[in-house]
């Protein structure tokens, strides 16, 4: 079992930042994914960023630029830079992790965090 805790959601002014934070525990697999989705009031949930246990990343288009996602290894952490926050950033943010277990890969969720982004 693995156990995902975010922190680090809250409500900025258009133009501003914030730096959300997923902590892992648990039986985390050494080659593991690492990612963060959000999900708007009506919307689908849809991917934000990833990163693989080897550093590469991938980003949505509509952050590209914007938005930095690292990882420390060590500590089982995934944080996500977010610049430049615009309303349509608004969303509830949950931290998702992809786990081999047995030779099968496994999601875990975090509860999630809201991210409001408004004057």
């Known amino acids: 079992q693995v156990q995902l805790v975010e922190s680090g959601g809250g409500l900025v002014q258009p133009g501003g930042s914030l730096r959300l934070s997923c902590a892992a525990s648990g039986s985390i697999s050494r080659i593991n994914a690492m990612g963060w989705y959000r999900q708007a009031p009506g919307k689908q949930r849809e991917a934000v960023a990833s990163?693989?246990?080897?550093?590469?990343?991938n980003y949505a288009d509509s952050v590209k630029g914007r938005v930095t996602i690292s990882r420390d290894n060590a500590k089982n952490r995934v944080y996500l830079q977010m610049n430049s926050l615009k309303p349509e950033d608004t969303a509830v943010y949950y931290c998702n992790l992809v786990n081999y277990e047995g030779g099968y890969t496994r999601d875990y969720w975090g509860q999630g965090t809201q991210v409001t982004v408004s004057s």
């Open positions: 990163i693989i246990s080897g550093g590469n990343t």
